[in-house]
């Protein structure tokens, strides 16, 4: 089994700076794909980034490439999504994921109910 905890989270102006981290413990995840997540008041959740075990594949929504940075070390057992130039519009809870295959499907809808594990989450504020 495997425990996620973010932590990061906060209230920022826009244009601000986050960095977020998600803490794997448990069992080591360094051949998991790890991802992030969101879910803002009344909306669904919303895929934002997502790595691969080894670092070679990553992906970003739209709306977050250019401004975010997802990164990891695997011997830390840690994943680090850096938020730059924040917007109002990134106010969400922030989740991490890991699943044992492929990063690219964490930006499939129908993937996410059979993701491995999720952590609790981190609130974001953006104040404009």
């Known amino acids: 089994q495997v425990q996620l905890v973010e932590s990061g989270g906060g209230l920022v102006q826009a244009g601000g700076s986050l960095r977020l981290s998600c803490k794997a413990s448990?069992?080591?995840?360094?051949?998991?794909?790890m991802g992030w997540f969101r879910q803002a008041p009344g909306k669904e959740r919303e895929f934002v980034a997502a790595?691969?075990?080894?670092?070679?594949?990553?992906y970003y929504t739209d709306s977050v490439k250019g401004r975010f940075t997802i990164s990891r070390d695997n011997s830390k057992n840690t994943v680090s999504l850096q938020m730059n130039g924040l917007k109002p519009e990134d106010t969400a809870v922030y989740y991490c994921?890991?699943?044992?295959?492929?990063?690219?499907?964490?930006?499939?809808?129908?993937?996410?109910?059979?993701?491995?594990?999720w952590g609790q989450g981190t609130q974001v504020t953006v104040s404009s």
């Open positions: 448990g069992r080591t995840v360094s051949r998991y794909a």
């Open positions: 994921a890991a699943d044992h295959t492929a990063a690219a499907n964490f930006a499939a809808r129908d993937f996410w109910g059979s993701i491995d594990y």
């Open positions: 790595i691969s075990w080894g670092s070679g594949d990553i």
